[in-house]
């Protein structure tokens, strides 16, 4: 005879509750009293009922995956040495982890895999999708929509559309690491951007740019980078040629500013007595970098599992309206300015 493990019965008879309860506590569902899920979840350990995710899954037609979408990290070792992909991948597991979701990496930079993405969404191998993108021309966000795929956005789309998304201010960064400089008596300042087809970019360099013209500074010489450390070496380099009474830089992300504090140091200059350097993000290089770097803060981890959360709260109601969530910036001062 074929022993039948603990029911959902057997739980609710030992917490106290109802069969519906049990059910709304195991699959996730978020108006229950905290109170009663820690009953349900302790009836469920010491029961050791374990949910039969097969035969849910074909009545809520979720399949418990929902896929991490990466679309620039310039192919896919990049994904794992780029300290914000990362910080993106943690800030997701972390959230998912709790709720019994799995994430599915998937990577999205040629047609041929962005097509692939929409193709696996679209046959329903996962319930939704999280992407996270560096192109200001992406089609992936339109193609997802047109598939009726459940989509979340890291960072607002290049064009308008009725997709949630979460970002950061940038703008107001920008004007964080102007305001930094400029208190700190600059007269020169300098600025290595991102690219700028990549809408953060431009806006922190927009919120810089107008944070200077606002106190008088209506120009200020910009040598665009990549994101990485060997752009800001270059970057730097070509600032010092250009304009070598330079005394504040604002490099749009950590790397490049770890990069252009490296080229001031092999030039013989004091980081900060000669030349204040701004990085952006608070990542792992801000720390590496010696001095360790003044720069602007953006909750990459927070943002990301705020990300998720969305995406989760549009499954369990799928009626509800795309939504837009701002993080703020914050200055973290080091070292280095």
């Not at 794992?80 to 997701?92: I, L, M, N, S, Y």
């Not at 080229?263 to 952006?280: I, Q, T, Y």
Request: aromatic share 4%.
């Amino acid at each position: 005879m074929t022993k039948v493990g603990p029911t959902l019965e057997d739980v609710a008879k030992l917490a106290g509750v109802s069969r519906a309860t049990v059910s709304r506590v195991v699959n996730g569902t978020r108006n229950v009293d905290p109170n009663l899920q820690e009953t349900v979840r302790n009836a469920i350990e010491q029961t050791g009922y374990t949910p039969n995710h097969a035969a849910r899954s074909l009545v809520t037609r979720r399949t418990g995956t929902v896929a991490l979408v990466i679309s620039g990290a310039g192919g896919g070792s990049d994904v794992f040495v780029d300290p914000f992909f990362g910080r993106v991948t943690a800030g997701v597991v972390d959230f998912l982890r709790t709720r019994g979701v799995h994430p599915v990496l998937m990577l999205a930079d040629t047609d041929r895999t962005r097509a692939d993405v929409v193709e696996f969404l679209r046959q329903g191998s996962a319930d939704g999708a999280l992407l996270v993108t560096t192109h200001a021309a992406e089609s992936l966000p339109e193609r997802l929509l047109a598939a009726g795929v459940p989509t979340v956005l890291y960072a607002r789309p290049g064009r308008p559309l009725p997709v949630s998304y979460v970002d950061l201010d940038h703008q107001a960064g920008g004007r964080l690491a102007a305001a930094r400089l400029m208190e700190l008596g600059c007269t020169t300042v300098g600025a290595i951007s991102g690219p700028l087809d990549v809408l953060a970019s431009q806006d922190r360099l927009t919120g810089f740019r107008e944070a200077m013209a606002r106190n008088g500074f209506p120009y200020v010489p910009v040598v665009e980078g990549g994101f990485t450390a060997a752009s800001g070496h270059a970057a730097m380099g070509r600032l010092l040629v250009e304009h070598p009474e330079v005394d504040g830089v604002f490099a749009a992300n950590d790397l490049m500013a770890q990069g252009a504090v490296d080229v001031l140091l092999e030039h013989g200059l004091r980081v900060p007595r000669d030349v204040a350097v701004v990085g952006f993000d608070d990542s792992a290089p801000a720390l590496a970098c010696r001095p360790q770097l003044t720069t602007v803060r953006q909750p990459v981890e927070a943002m990301a599992a705020k990300m998720a959360e969305v995406l989760i709260t549009s499954l369990e109601d799928p009626e509800q309206r795309p939504t837009s969530v701002i993080f703020e910036p914050e200055l973290v001062i080091r070292a280095s300015a």
